[in-house]
């Protein structure tokens, strides 16, 4: 009859499975991020907890590593059925055909939820059931893992992999508190499973191994590469808001564009055609909430851009003309989810991806993928009032959200002042945004990138327009800032466009239309206001850039402004402009002269980074092991026995070599003698050695023996690599197996085979 099962096993069982729903727990920490903490939380602290609970009373009745497996998966299987399948399930627990029919459906209809719900999502029941469910199995993998197989540092892999699922799918800043809680209870199971290998009256001799040490150095590297290393590598978002997927010329939607217009060298991100008279802006994301120090970028629900409610046709008056246009953009070095399309957009061909639309802006956003290397056509229906028409309707209406409207308690006085000022005799409110786009557009404004930073305003926050209007230079963040606050304080809704210039001719035509080329200092910020009837009307206060808004009258020929002047076919239409100024003249650069030619070098700092970022994570598990070899040798020579023996285990289990528990010191070495090479003299100094300080009174050390043990250990570990096949021993070295099959555990008797010496 088995003996009964010691307190200090049964304690350390009890510990490693709380451990496991601590790192359980730990783990799901960043998906609250993402996923609103409502029920499903409640239903998965359960069903972890009674799936680990059921564990632990399983493998204190003694059942095989199986069954307690199998026990579980029962208990998760009647948890998931009970709580969200209990409909279509035999008595509320078993499930039936149909339950496992309903099965796809749940699932389908989770992943559409994720595919298309914004973070952070509040979860409904088929998504807290994948949730609930996938972390319950998650448990009895963990679980297996650590408590069968003795492998914690595997089962810490895992869970920081599951840790990151979040942060992938919507990239934000890292956890420190999560990961930190992580890290404490991964090194918390490696500690307590190491201690359940000590033998009665070892401690002190297993604890001279250094492997304490060693998890310490382990979690140390762990946080230098999540911390430190990992910020230094091109990250999917550079800052919040930026929509940029990596390395290149992305789009930055926080209106901190200045160290982008500043480049010294620009490149080209698209090219595009359209047979619009003249080319139209590309917009990628609009920003209407202003905080009084940022304006932030508008969120919401977005649809499948093939779906009906995506792109809907804008809510215009009946008397309003419409224009339809085709646009088309080919991405050359764009790495973003905003698509730059033209306004008002109403279908969009030829994306590559998953790709969600925004109604209440016509933005485009990618789901899955992004923009770089897209070629694609957009269809545009853009409003064409009349002058008397426009002047006829008021700024504002129903179809505003009151956020268009909102203005910092602690607003600097110069910007109500000045706009009052400005539009003082204007008979309509567009009259009133004409005056202050003439105005700022007059020879009072100087289009300037380096004043701002001379003068400490480089920013879009309240005190920075207000030092804007004081100084009178700046560029396009400054100029839309401006305007849409100075509309705000005469009641008129406004929101800020952050998109790209139509470029400059490249002198080719396709299809009878003219190709632009559009480069990275010719990302843009302007203005919109909300005009009832007719919807959001695009203006251009910025000095230099673009092409003013402005309307012809009724009476005028098609084509044609009050002036006679030609007119755009919408409003803030462009045309070619320049978009830079000359620092000593002051004088607008054309765009020949303003633009840089695309620079076809290539910039090797993020590949090289790249690779040495990928040699120093593969380099880690080398250097981890060296480390836990030097700790073990100056413990041998310090007279540990123990110490000495763990070398030629660890190398057999490095090579591959089967170590099962059951195997006494002199059987193995026998065997690592016979099959593996290991040198015969050393090998018996070692195999003395250990069995002195197992068995021997007092023997647990060797006191006046450690050189000698050390030396032994060297040999042997040096014959059982030189005996190895060549690639067996680059695998040992580079992906030492020891670091998570340890002496004893259910792994280390399975090896790949025995290496046989060369003959």
Request: net charge negative; hydrophobic share 45%.
């Amino acid at each position: 009859m088995p003996s009964a099962e010691p307190a200090s096993r049964r304690g350390a069982d009890l510990l490693l499975t709380a451990g496991v729903f601590a790192a359980l727990i730990a783990a799901l920490l960043p998906l609250m991020r993402v996923v609103r903490p409502t029920g499903w939380l409640l239903g998965t602290l359960v069903l972890v907890a009674a799936v680990l609970a059921t564990g632990y009373v399983a493998r204190r009745l003694r059942l095989p590593a199986v069954a307690v497996s199998l026990i579980e998966v029962v208990v998760w299987v009647a948890f998931v059925t009970v709580v969200f399948l209990r409909d279509s399930a035999f008595l509320f627990v078993i499930p039936t055909v149909e339950t496992f029919r309903d099965i796809p459906d749940i699932l389908g209809a989770a992943g559409e939820e994720i595919a298309l719900g914004v973070a952070p999502l509040t979860p409904s029941a088929p998504l807290s059931m994948l949730i609930v469910g996938a972390t319950g199995l998650l448990a009895v993998v963990i679980d297996h893992v650590v408590l069968t197989a003795r492998m914690p540092l595997l089962a810490g892999v895992g869970l920081i992999a599951v840790s990151l699922i979040p942060a992938i799918a919507v990239p934000a800043e890292i956890d420190v508190v999560a990961f930190v809680l992580l890290a404490a209870a991964i090194l918390f199971l490696i500690r307590t499973d190491t201690r359940m290998r000590e033998e009665p009256g070892s401690a002190e001799a297993t604890r001279a191994t250094g492997v304490s040490a060693t998890a310490v150095g382990i979690g140390a590297i762990g946080v230098v590469v999540a911390l430190v290393a990992t910020p230094l590598l091109p990250q999917p978002v550079i800052r919040p808001g930026t929509g940029n997927l990596g390395p290149g010329p992305g789009i930055d939607a926080t209106l901190q564009l200045g160290d982008d217009l500043r480049r010294p060298r620009e490149v080209e991100v698209l090219q595009m055609r359209s047979d619009a008279p003249t080319p139209p802006y590309l917009r990628a994301t609009t920003l209407t909430e202003f905080t009084g120090a940022v304006w932030e970028p508008d969120s919401g629900r977005s649809y499948p851009l093939d779906s009906a409610e995506a792109l809907t046709a804008l809510p215009l008056d009946a008397e309003i003309d419409v224009a339809e246009y085709s646009t088309t953009v080919e991405i050359r070095n764009l790495n973003s989810t905003w698509l730059p399309v033209s306004y008002p957009a109403t279908s969009i061909e030829g994306l590559d991806g998953v790709w969600g639309a925004f109604p209440y802006n016509r933005t485009v956003e990618a789901r899955q993928g992004g923009t770089q290397g897209q070629d694609y056509e957009v269809i545009s229906r853009v409003p064409r009032p009349t002058l008397e028409q426009i002047r006829a309707r008021s700024a504002g209406g129903e179809g505003v959200r009151a956020d268009t409207l909102g203005l910092p308690v602690d607003l600097p006085p110069i910007v109500g002042e000045l706009a009052a000022e400005v539009t003082a005799g204007a008979a309509s409110d567009y009259d009133a945004l004409l005056a202050l786009q003439s105005w700022f557009r007059g020879a009072d404004f100087r289009y300037s990138l380096e004043a701002p930073v001379e003068e400490g305003f480089d920013g879009s926050g309240a005190e920075a327009v207000a030092r804007f209007l004081e100084v009178r230079e700046g560029y396009c963040v400054h100029y839309a800032s401006a305007f849409a606050l100075m509309a705000r304080t005469l009641g008129m809704p406004s929101r800020i466009v952050v998109g790209y210039l139509p470029g400059t001719s490249t002198g080719d035509a396709v299809d009878f239309q003219t190709v632009y080329s559009v480069m990275s200092g010719q990302l843009h910020a302007w203005p919109e206001i909300y005009f009832e009837g007719v919807g959001w009307i695009p203006f251009e206060p910025t000095n230099g850039l673009g092409q003013p808004t402005r309307f012809s009258p009724e009476a005028s020929a098609p084509g044609e402004t009050a002036d006679g002047a030609d007119d755009a076919p919408a409003p803030s239409t462009p045309a070619e402009v320049p978009d830079a100024v000359d620092p000593d003249t002051g004088e607008p650069l054309t765009p020949d002269a303003g633009t840089a030619a695309p620079d076809d070098t290539v910039d090797a700092v993020p590949a090289v980074t790249a690779v040495l970022a990928v040699l120093v994570v593969l380099a880690i598990p080398l250097l981890v092991r060296e480390l836990r070899r030097r700790q073990q040798v100056s413990a041998a020579r310090a007279g540990d026995a123990a110490a000495a023996w763990a070398v030629v285990q660890d190398t057999a289990i490095d090579l591959g070599i089967p170590s099962p528990v059951s195997e006494s010191p002199r059987a193995l070495g026998a065997r690592l003698i016979a099959e593996a090479g290991a040198p015969a003299d050393a090998m018996g100094v070692l195999i003395r050695a250990i069995e002195r300080a197992s068995y021997a009174p007092g023997g647990r050390h060797g006191f006046g023996q450690g050189e000698a043990m050390a030396t032994a250990a060297g040999e042997v570990r040096a014959g059982l690599l030189a005996a190895a096949p060549p690639g067996r021993r680059l695998l040992a070295l580079v992906v030492p197996r020891s670091l998570i099959i340890r002496p004893g555990s259910l792994y280390a008797g399975a090896g790949r085979g025995a290496s046989r010496p060369a003959r």
